[in-house]
């Protein structure tokens, strides 16, 4: 007993200290993790090119081509919008001003029975002038250009990462089926079938998240972007594109939409109480179709995370990796999640939970280790050895049974 603590301990320290190399070393993990969660994305897809007979390295040339092609075209066709409607927004800016000054504040001064402001854009030039000359003089003209280089190589090392994931995913995609069977080998044969199992399970939760969430942002962003423009906002399509994409993170989405939507909509038509409302009624209804249409249809209840989960899980990934631990905050939630759950069916059949129960683990010299509090029996069976190998996994198994007095 005291050996298996030890051994037990042993391992986990080898694993901490893994995992803490792992942490030193992550500008050089990051760009593998990265291209492996590319690999197992578009696996599903190379493999059912292989399958209609197409040589592996052609089925994911054929992927990453069309990939490109499909955000190519987006690209080609999207920017151009996008630039329209900026464009739109910058010559907007003076009116959005002149509205500010001459209906928003006296409006709020009358109101409020404040004293009344405006918003003089002579002066916030001057300030921003003054600030310029008198934090960036010549003497920080060298540190500028040092902070300009710095930046650059910085964009450099970067783009070297973007390019360098898709040919580390693609060596991935390459051996991914021997990359498995190598990582499943280095399972205990005693903890296989479980170890298969819970692996299976978080599989089940992430493609239901990687397929459910985009298709979700996809739909959303349209609904959102049709009913603005049915509205008659200029920049209806660009903010409905962002709340969409926005929705990776619960609730960022609708926050950063209506929010834009409104100031939009005042720029654009004034203090309208009934565009506001309109406006206030597309994002209500895209919020409906997402919680009682989208996701029940698309995610279901595999991801299993209650709001205030999800709420604690985008908090805690931004803490822990910014903006990027907000994107993939849920599906490792949900993955947690799924451990935990076995976590605490392991611990409710082990004698910590109940002192009362036996144990019983059976080994390969044909004896059988019977552990209790109240009893210590050591049991001799008789097998046949050629079936005894046979079996080898359904003698290694640990049973739990309860504790009998005679």
């Given at each position: 007993?005291?050996?298996?603590t030890?051994?037990?301990?042993?391992?986990?320290?080898?694993?901490?200290?893994?995992?803490?190399?792992?942490?030193?070393?992550?500008?050089?993990?990051?760009?593998?993790?990265?291209?492996?969660?590319?690999?197992?994305?578009?696996?599903?897809?190379?493999?059912?090119l292989?399958?209609?007979g197409?040589?592996?390295?052609?089925?994911?040339?054929?992927?990453?081509?069309?990939?490109?092609?499909?955000?190519?075209?987006?690209?080609?066709y999207?920017?151009?919008?996008?630039?329209q409607?900026?464009?739109?927004?910058?010559?907007?800016?003076?009116?959005?001003?002149?509205?500010?000054?001459?209906?928003?504040?006296?409006?709020?001064?009358?109101?409020?029975?404040?004293?009344?402001?405006?918003?003089?854009?002579?002066?916030?030039?001057?300030?921003?002038?003054?600030?310029?000359?008198?934090?960036?003089?010549?003497?920080?003209?060298?540190?500028?250009?040092?902070?300009?280089a710095?930046?650059?190589?910085?964009?450099?090392?970067?783009?070297?990462?973007?390019?360098?994931?898709?040919?580390?995913?693609?060596?991935?995609?390459?051996?991914?089926?021997?990359?498995?069977?190598?990582?499943?080998?280095?399972?205990?044969r005693?903890?296989?079938?479980?170890?298969?199992?819970?692996?299976?399970?978080?599989?089940?939760?992430?493609?239901?998240?990687?397929?459910?969430?985009?298709?979700?942002?996809?739909?959303?962003?349209?609904?959102?972007?049709?009913?603005?423009?049915?509205?008659?906002?200029?920049?209806?399509?660009?903010?409905?594109?962002?709340?969409?994409?926005?929705?990776?993170?619960?609730?960022?989405?609708?926050?950063?939409?209506?929010?834009?939507?409104?100031?939009?909509?005042?720029?654009q038509?004034?203090?309208?109480?009934?565009?506001?409302?309109?406006?206030?009624?597309?994002?209500?209804i895209?919020?409906?179709?997402?919680?009682?249409?989208?996701?029940?249809?698309?995610?279901?209840?595999k991801?299993?995370?209650?709001?205030?989960?999800?709420?604690?899980?985008?908090?805690?990934?931004?803490?822990?990796?910014?903006?990027?631990?907000?994107?993939?905050?849920?599906?490792?939630?949900?993955?947690?999640?799924?451990?935990?759950?076995?976590?605490?069916?392991?611990?409710?059949?082990?004698?910590?939970?109940?002192?009362?129960?036996?144990?019983?683990?059976?080994?390969?010299?044909?004896?059988?280790?019977?552990?209790?509090?109240?009893?210590?029996?050591?049991?001799?069976?008789?097998?046949?050895?050629?079936?005894?190998?046979?079996?080898?996994?359904?003698?290694?198994?640990?049973?739990?049974?309860?504790?009998?007095?005679?």
């Amino acid at each position: 007993m005291v050996d298996r603590t030890l051994r037990r301990i042993f391992i986990l320290s080898g694993i901490a200290l893994i995992l803490w190399i792992l942490y030193l070393l992550k500008p050089v993990v990051l760009p593998f993790i990265a291209a492996f969660l590319v690999a197992y994305l578009f696996s599903p897809l190379v493999d059912k090119l292989h399958k209609i007979g197409l040589p592996r390295w052609l089925a994911i040339g054929i992927v990453f081509i069309g990939i490109g092609v499909l955000v190519t075209l987006a690209i080609w066709y999207v920017v151009p919008l996008v630039w329209q409607q900026l464009m739109y927004a910058r010559d907007s800016i003076p009116a959005g001003i002149h509205w500010i000054n001459y209906t928003f504040l006296p409006w709020i001064s009358q109101t409020f029975n404040v004293e009344a402001m405006e918003i003089d854009t002579e002066q916030m030039s001057s300030v921003v002038m003054q600030y310029i000359q008198t934090n960036y003089s010549a003497d920080s003209i060298q540190t500028v250009l040092l902070r300009v280089a710095q930046s650059g190589l910085n964009f450099i090392q970067i783009g070297g990462v973007v390019v360098l994931i898709p040919i580390i995913a693609f060596y991935f995609l390459l051996d991914w089926d021997r990359m498995l069977e190598s990582l499943r080998r280095l399972i205990p044969r005693s903890y296989e079938k479980s170890t298969l199992s819970i692996v299976g399970e978080c599989h089940s939760v992430l493609g239901a998240f990687v397929k459910g969430q985009f298709l979700v942002m996809f739909l959303l962003g349209i609904v959102y972007a049709v009913g603005l423009q049915l509205i008659g906002l200029e920049v209806g399509l660009i903010i409905g594109m962002i709340a969409g994409l926005a929705s990776i993170i619960p609730y960022l989405g609708f926050g950063v939409g209506i929010i834009a939507a409104v100031i939009a909509t005042l720029f654009q038509f004034g203090l309208d109480w009934t565009l506001l409302a309109l406006v206030l009624g597309v994002f209500l209804i895209g919020q409906a179709i997402e919680g009682y249409v989208l996701q029940p249809f698309l995610l279901g209840d595999k991801i299993g995370l209650s709001p205030v989960a999800v709420v604690f899980a985008v908090l805690a990934g931004a803490q822990l990796a910014g903006f990027l631990g907000m994107l993939i905050a849920l599906p490792v939630a949900a993955v947690i999640v799924v451990l935990l759950r076995h976590a605490r069916d392991y611990y409710e059949r082990s004698r910590l939970y109940d002192p009362s129960m036996v144990i019983i683990q059976g080994t390969s010299s044909g004896r059988v280790s019977v552990e209790s509090e109240q009893v210590d029996v050591d049991v001799k069976i008789k097998t046949d050895p050629l079936k005894n190998l046979q079996d080898t996994e359904k003698n290694s198994k640990i049973e739990i049974i309860e504790n009998k007095k005679p």
